[in-house]
């Protein structure tokens, strides 16, 4: 997916300063508009038929065993997302997206590769580095998702889902803000498992 880089044709420069802009409304703000607004209809993305993880999925987990292997915390819903939690988000979104450089891969999936905190990468890295963060601060592992999805481009592109009691939120290297799925841009492809982050499924068609 290095090549499903929504903006693999733009400079450099300006990917960067994307990844750099600064919300408008404050982390705070957007906070207390998730708790206080109703539920929406649909909290949650729902998980279809079991699938094949990316090929490049299972070199990341012989890479980093740690990452893969299924922990304790499995059991278990979503979390609850308290301001601390929000804070903590918020705080790992940004300097993710502020801490790598991004670089697309031109040379297609023989030249993948998933890294953690590279100076250098894209979508993917920067995706599997946010969850590697939230992971060593104790967020549970069940919460913390992979997800595949298809941009209006018809380009695969890789997010972090947090799974709390407010709904799936996405965190992107594309954007500053976390947002929810029901607001991500994105046709929605495939999603680790909670149970175990070496299995992925397919993600059920929204329902209305």
């Known amino acids: 997916m290095r ?4 903006l693999a044709a733009i400079a450099a420069g300006l990917i960067a300063s994307i990844c750099q802009m600064t919300d408008a409304q404050p982390a705070n703000e957007r906070l207390a508009n ?4 109703p539920a929406p209809t649909t909290l949650h993305l729902r998980f279809g038929d079991p699938t094949l993880p990316p090929m490049t999925h299972t070199i990341f987990c012989l ?3 740690d990452e893969c292997r299924p922990r304790l915390q499995f059991r278990g819903g979503p979390v609850h997302l308290t301001e601390a939690r929000w804070k903590e988000l918020n705080e790992v979104n940004e300097t993710v997206n502020n801490a790598i ?7 297609g ?10 100076e250098r990468g894209d979508c993917n890295d920067y995706a599997v580095s946010k969850r590697h963060r939230l992971l060593s601060r104790g967020w549970p592992q069940r919460a913390l998702l992979l997800g595949e999805v298809v941009t209006s481009r018809d380009k695969h592109h890789l997010v972090l889902v947090v ?3 407010r709904g799936d ?12 799925w029901t607001r ?3 046709r929605w492809f495939r999603m680790q498992s909670p149970s175990n982050p070496r299995y992925w499924n397919i993600v059920a068609p929204r329902t209305v």
């Open 3 to 6: 090549t499903a880089s929504i």
């Open 63 to 65: 890479r980093y065993p």
């Open 163 to 165: 799974r709390t009691e």
């Open 34 to 37: 998730l708790l206080i607004s």
């Open 169 to 180: 939120l996405v965190l992107d290297s594309l954007s500053p803000q976390i947002v929810s």
């Open 109 to 118: 999936l023989a030249a993948e590769v998933w890294l953690i905190d590279p």
């Open 101 to 107: 450089i991004p670089e697309s891969n031109e040379l």
């Open 184 to 186: 991500a841009p994105y």
